[in-house]
Structures are given as C-alpha cells and as structure tokens.
C-alpha cells in the first residue's frame, strides 16, 4: 500500500514539475485550462486503469453448471395419495374474518399471480386488488404476499 501512495505522489510531483516548466511558454498562457484539464485527465485514467487491473487479478471465476434431476413418478404419486384431497380449515378461516373475496385472492396470490393478472382473472380493477391484499395482509398480520401464502398454509387455509 505504501508503495502505490508513493507511485501516486511521485507522478502527481511530477506533473506538477512539468506544467510549471512549460508555464513561461506562450503555448500554456493561452490555453493553460485546456492543458491542465488534458494532463489531470490522462493521469485519473492512467490510475484508473492501473487500479482496474490490480483489482482483477485477484479475483476468482465462479462456475455455474445446471443439472438435472429426474425424480421418480412413484415417489410423487404416493406422496399425493397419501395425502388425501386437502380440506380447507372452516374454523380457523371464520376466525380470521377473510371474506369469500379475499379469499380467492389468496389463492390466486399463492398461484403466483401479479396484481395484473389477478385482476384480469377475477375482472376487477388492480386498485381493487391491491385493496383487497391490504385488508387481507391486515388479517393475517404480514406484509409480504409470500409471508401470507406461507401463514394461509400454516392456518389450513391454503392446500
């Protein structure tokens, strides 16, 4: 680190060395800004590039390969038999006050659909949905839709 301070100070030393020789010439009366921006900008981007390097080399290549899994068709179907058909919780529903409405927002929430989509779904305006998710959010104390499909599942309410 010491030592790049010290490469740094010495060509910004003699730069300055520089412009102050060539400062008595008619050349650098008449455009000393043009020159002295040229000079200050060919410096930043000799540093910058310097700097650009040694931060590249060390740095290491991530490699990302995707691979696929085949999983057995047997394992899913008796896990889905075993199951059984979901039956939505009546009780825990009533306790929470989630109207019929609301409640096919979250469905449609948990099916990963946008406000967009639920709305042209269920042919309502998106302000209506958005109305609707806030209420139901209410309800259900959360605050993200993946916190309410997660806390519908864990009430019976959602298969």
Request: charged content about 25%.
């Amino acid at each position: 680190m010491k030592k790049h301070v010290l490469l740094y100070g010495l060509v910004g030393g003699l730069v300055i060395l520089l412009l102050r020789a060539v400062e008595y010439r008619y050349l650098v009366v008449e455009h000393s800004v043009e020159i002295y921006g040229a000079l200050v900008a060919a410096v930043f981007a000799a540093i910058g590039i310097w700097l650009g390097q040694t931060l590249t080399r060390n740095r290491t290549r991530v490699v990302v390969k995707e691979v696929h899994v085949e999983v057995p068709l047997e394992t899913t179907v008796e896990v889905s038999v075993a199951a059984g058909p979901f039956e939505r919780n009546a009780e825990r529903l009533d306790a929470t006050g989630i109207t019929p409405r609301e409640l096919q927002i979250l469905e449609l929430i948990a099916e990963g659909l946008s406000t967009r989509e639920i709305a042209e779904r269920i042919f309502v305006s998106e302000n209506t949905v958005k109305t609707h998710s806030s209420r139901l959010f209410d309800k259900l104390n959360v605050r993200r839709r993946t916190q309410a499909v997660q806390v519908g599942k864990q009430l019976g309410i959602l298969p």
